[in-house]
């Protein structure tokens, strides 16, 4: 990593992407379009006026979800509705007790919130949600059954993911007026299941940022502290989701893009083992690369709402028979786990970047609680670490960042602060060769069978570490992912989990000690360098919980089991 | 291919590769040494005296399974032990109806005869698997039952297979010092479950011949037809398990590898889907190679077999414990099926290489009685089967046979002429860079959905077609692997089965419009013309039946449906 964060502060020429006169002629009145149909979307009658400027409110590092529930900004039904989980929503649906209409109006109305104050959105489309919504109440009524488990049920979209007659452009200009005639697999699905869609969210340009900049909307914001960054590249899923202006959410994840937004933004996300669900139709720069697949998955304030996608879209959406890379692996009932018959293997450093204060304290509050409530907890050492991340980094940019350059030099678009980051891992614009990436793919093999070997022959069920570094970063300020990518490496199931527990300036500084540290790396030292407790006061502290390779149903249920013991609770957050 | 095809016929220069001088000084004396301990392997009192030089008897096209009947060089109990299913011997062991011990030798003497009629073996230790016979009968005294589902079954492994405390060459001269610590997964979960090994058998230099030739021991014969080859490259379990000198053998296959040998050779073969069983531990030149996995799977004389291995192997072996490549799919009961509920799409021709007189007889029989059986069939026309060939010749060799040639070169032994053959495939020795690896993954994986979406949206559960446009070819002359390389790009599961029709010079002639016939490539006129039906009398006929990917189990239940139908019955051939 050392090469490519000396590479990138020497500020590597990346002018073989930009072109920046053609951009402003030929492709930014068309982004100035986009612009304004996202704006048409927003209902009028749900939009409020906010309590300052963005840039005010962001300075103060202000709460909107705390100030939606203060200012009473929906009706006590809408609070109730929106602040439910999805599995009570189709529950109370399918049993004739809420109407799809209502539930949708109220997370539609959320939503235009959400967006106001987080910029979540890239479109909004809530007059064909509600038209959907309607068809589905009308089904109801005439078959007396629901279309599927997840009928009437709201959910958002990353918007890479292919959307019927819509343009899907994964925020390369680029790809501005690429309408894709039909959904994305994983959109087929759940729209086969009953889910109603009305949102499509923000995500930043390449798709290989742990934030949100790019050239469309800019950065999406931190729903507990606008301040800070929702996270990426599943960034305006972060928002949405922890807002509560949409029940459920599917991002992807090749390097932590669900786990990281998930983790600081308030919510849970799974980044499921690769193939059992589909990650086939959308904009990617990633096609045809199958050294680190990226994954798509569920976000959501319930780990029970995470099961709920994860169970109904593989055991009755079928993705095999539309995907033929996804697996028929059926996903099991796998009970919450009693702690006492579980071991987990606690990782408070990768070895390569030190946890701020307040990750360091949630990690051992955690462990104090799972220990205290019986669960046997070992110390899990890093493994090849260092070996793994510079590996990964290398098979992301192993075209040379061939694909990224295609896409990003269509419409010569500026490139933003990260973009410039990411195409500087590994070896940048090295394009390898076959061998050199084959070579990789035994290094990754080898990492995944001892990792693998460690865990069967040390009986460990579970590794919980942090889900990065610190909390929420600062706008456009992420620059590590080891703690993520390592599990993508792996090929892990992980869940991001919310701990229920927030940054506190007083109770997070460094502790004396720090001054004295030496860091291993400039990386470590930059990340260090970024945490000021004052700027993430009240910021989600998520860390994240893997497991073996397929053992999904099982990491969880070990996830329900340990929110239920640190008694996380993200509704009605006052 | 046309390419690749001219390349071969000017002689390309593959100078790079060899290196004489220093084979025959270096490398030539410890190839001689290592001849020596197989001929030591060998039991004198199992060998017979054959009725004339293996060249004479080549030329006669002798039938020495036959002849081990006429001839009666086994007991009636060899007889009736070795000419039973490994389902009913693992059976009668467990009931104490037959002794581990008894079972081996039976099959120790038949595999040694098969040995020196087919040069099938690269290594006998018959001394270590009598040992372990008589250890697991111990085993079966002491505690009154079997030490796993395979106890007591005596199983050949293909050579390239890591065996513990052995050398694993993979037919690279370079690699004849190679002692491995430790067995393949594969040899590990078969010995886990109660499997006696005695015998690793023979495959071609480079692993990529659909036939047998290397500096080791040269050609492996067919079971069948002493003058046609055995297939390859899992060429000595062709030989051995055709002639009964093992019940149950393990293959690999990449393009046909198991299929071809079983078709040729007499035998069943599964080319499971991939992942489904482990390929770690051995030597290949395909390390970090994942846009056309290699598999490991069954070659048996009868079908049951073919399922005995996998839901034995998969449900009580759990690979996934010891390779993370491995899915844990459990193998699922499936049901003979009433040839009534199936459909099954038939494909006469592939659209590249012509089938000659025999292949298409045995296709329209087959055809012909499944359709009296009540089966549907429908045609399958081929689907961009050209695109598909030159896409897998490339993906075969896209790292410009970079790892093939570390290995050749190592030693600098003299390359066979089916080397120079495959070291042509696709672009040669052109080095692929990453990007164009991934767009190559990108046509394969449209390719899996357009042949999936086709058989999901036209109700076809099954493609059959021939395995190879010929049968058994003579040694060194199989250039075409269209048929069997298809489902190794689209990855779906594939039995080549038997159907009990062998070639009949006087019935497969060319039909008389053959001679008006317009080749449609140079490789289709080599391929037809290499046909001359006096050569091939008596080879036996094999057909391919693949599925959807991870539909194994429909595809072996639905295989041993169709050779009800068609009674074969490969045991006691007379």
Known sequence: MTASFEQFLINDPLNTYEDLDRYE?????????????LEKGI????????????????????????????????????????????????????????????????????????????????????????ERAKYL????????????????LPVSLKEQMSYKGRVTHGSYVSKIDNVTEEHSVTTQVLENLGAVFYVRTN?????????????????????????????????????????????????????????????????????????????????????GQESVPSVSGPMARSIDDIELYMKTYINQGKPWELDAWCIP??????????????????????????????????????????????????????????????????????DGNYFQRELLKGSGEPLTKLTKWCLNYGDGDKVYSVPENRKLNDIRDSLRQEYTTYLVENKIDFILCPTYNNVAPQPECVYNWSYTALFNLLDFPTLAFQTGIFQDPKLDVWDPDHQKYKYRSDLEKLEC??????????????????????????????????????????????
Chains 1, 2 share one sequence.
């Not at 009028?44 to 006026?49: A, N, S, T």
């Not at 109440?137 to 009437?152: A, E, Q, R, S, V």
Request: glycine residues 10%; contains cysteine.
């Open 203 to 287: 995500q930043p340009q390449t798709l290989m940022h742990l934030d949100s900049n790019n050239n469309f909307i800019g950065l999406s914001r931190n729903p507990y502290n606008l301040g800070l960054s929702s996270g990426g590249s599943s960034s305006g899923e972060g928002s949405i989701v922890g807002f509560g202006g949409s029940p459920l959410g599917v991002g992807t994840d090749i390097g932590g893009s669900i786990r990281a937004p998930a983790a600081y933004s308030g919510c849970h996300g799974l980044r499921p083992t690769t193939r059992r669900l589909s990650t086939r139709g959308g904009v990617s720069c990633n096609i």
């Open 137 to 152: 109440d009308d089904y109801f009524k005439k078959n007396g059954k629901t279309i599927g488990p997840l009928h009437g």
């Open 25 to 37: 002629k030929e492709w930014k009145p068309k982004v100035e379009n986009y612009r304004k149909l």
């Open 43 to 130: 209902v009028p009658e749900y939009k409020i006026k906010l309590p300052g400027t963005i840039e005010s409110l962001a300075s103060q590092g202000f709460n909107p979800l705390k100030y939606l529930h203060e200012a009473k900004l929906l009706s006590d039904k809408e609070f109730e509705i929106t602040d439910s989980t999805a599995s009570a929503l189709v529950g109370k649906i399918a049993l004739g007790q809420l109407t799809s209409v209502e539930v949708f109006n109220a997370f539609a109305k959320r939503a235009v919130i959400a967006h106001q104050f987080t910029n979540c959105a890239l479109e909004l489309f809530t007059e064909e949600g509600l």
């Open 529 to 574: 360098n970024n945490y000021d407790p004052e700027i993430f006061k009240g910021a989600p502290i998520g860390l994240q919980l893997a497991g073996r390779r397929y053992t999904d149903e099982s990491v969880v249920a070990a996830g329900k089991a340990i929110v239920e013991i640190l008694n996380v609770n993200l509704y009605n957050v006052e």
């Open 329 to 398: 692996l059926p996903w099991k009932e796998v009970l919450k786990p009693d702690l006492k018959d579980i071991t987990i293997g606690v990782m408070y450093d990768d070895g390569l970047v030190k946890a701020t204060p307040p990750i360091q304290r949630a990690m051992k509050q955690v462990v104090q609680k799972l220990t205290k409530a019986g669960g046997k907890v070992v110390e899990f050492k890093p493994i090849r670490t260092a070996e793994a991340y510079e590996t990964i980094n290398k098979l992301y940019s192993c």
